[in-house]
DNA sequence: TGAATAGTGTCTGTTAGACATTATAAT
DNA sequence: ATTATAATGTCTAACAGACACTATTCA
């Protein structure tokens, strides 16, 4: 096959391997808070750490689907929307080899969340603390779930904590141009649990009623006419989210 | 060096070769109006069509200096602002091989944009015909500029165009809450000059004393005393971008 | 009836668009 | 003076935050 001029200058052979994984995020809430779903590294490198599930870019598949992939085998999922987050490329990333990976971003929600956990083989649950630090977003601590034999923020292996961050802070970003809050939701849901995850998700208080008027004009709400159950108080209506067109 | 647990499934080596590139989106202002600069592609594959600069990833190389060494090389440009805007790979990008590319986005003052296609070897300036699509953006075409022996849109090769789509609606996206809107200009500019480019990004018309108002509001422009020369008519002031701190 | 939260009405300050008006330089 | 554009003032509509108020269910 011909080689042309533009290409031809960059021969990738002499350069040595590299190889492209894709790591995946997958957010969904703990308690009202929001939390990852790790996988307990066993040996070096980062025994002992954490780890985003993650796996290699195989030739004849697309990033996409490597990521569709990963979901699939390493958190029994399937079906989920997934969005590129950004490709991580620094060359100690990892220290067997020069590794760049394709990070994606999922959003789980409730009931999805704590299956795969549950199924999921060694998947951990972890809530993420998320300080509040303007549009720079910064590091992230994540925290060992309630009941876990873990003490302190759990040490995430290579870069992953930096991707953590960035997730949230996309996260942070969309999240009041976007549908990215419901997705984190059951199918139907109070106004006051879509306020709760997105104070979560800011790290800041909201208004109200300014709140309700918001979501309640942008039109993406369908009432139910059903109200939750089990309150020991006034019952809030259920809404359902509607897709826009 | 010991496999862990979490890589040991996917050997990349049982599916064969990937290789890694980095394609630079350079844009500009031509006659005030959105500009890439791209280079003529002499041979197959995609003879005759127009590619943005690009070159292998080196495994001893970040994907950022990647970047800066093909904004270099081929554009003969250093020290500008680069970033990471996404990662293509679709199986079918690259006839030869498959190759997956981490696009970069920088954006040129006039000046530079205007050394750049007269220096870089095979650079053409060629204005972007930005549909107005709402949110989606939209298919990009790229024109030919005037007094070129090209006639009609010109043809991209690989997946150039929808870089070139992806890279204009993340301009555009970023372009009012950021300072990417100084980035196209020069050192000093006016008001009109500023909307203009902000006008050309968006494809729409914005209200003039609106526009100043939330300029002047945001503290980003330092009156520069001087006024615009050779003008027929009520010379404008020049403006400075000040780094907001 | 009290407690607790759901849900609403109203006021106010901020901001953007529309439009008219004034300012200033060249001819 | 005329002309063309710069630059500003003012009115109004939309919207968000603050806060108080009413509504509804269970205990």
Known sequence: ?????????????PYGRLALTVDAVLLGLLEGRPAALLLKRDEPPGAGCWALPGGFVRVDETLDAAAERVLREKAGLAGLHMEQLYTFGALDRDPRMRIVSVAYLALLPEHVFAAAARNGAGLLPAPIDVPWAGEAGGPVAVL???????????????????????????????????????????????????????????????????????????????????????TSFRPPELYRFRKPR
């Open 1 to 13: 096959m011909h080689e042309d001029a533009f290409l031809a200058a960059y021969d990738p052979t």
């Open 144 to 230: 060992p779930p309630a009941g876990s034999a873990e003490s302190g923020p759990l040490r995430l292996a290579f870069d992953h904590a930096d991707i953590l961050a960035l997730a949230m802070l996309r996260l942070r970003g969309k999240l009041d141009y976007s549908e990215v809050g419901f997705a984190l939701l059951p199918e139907r849901f109070t106004l006051r649990q879509l306020q709760d995850v997105h104070e979560a998700i800011l790290g800041t208080a909201l208004n109200k009623p300014a709140f309700r008027r918001r979501m309640l004009d942008r039109g993406w709400l369908e009432p139910t006419g059903e109200r939750e159950a089990g």
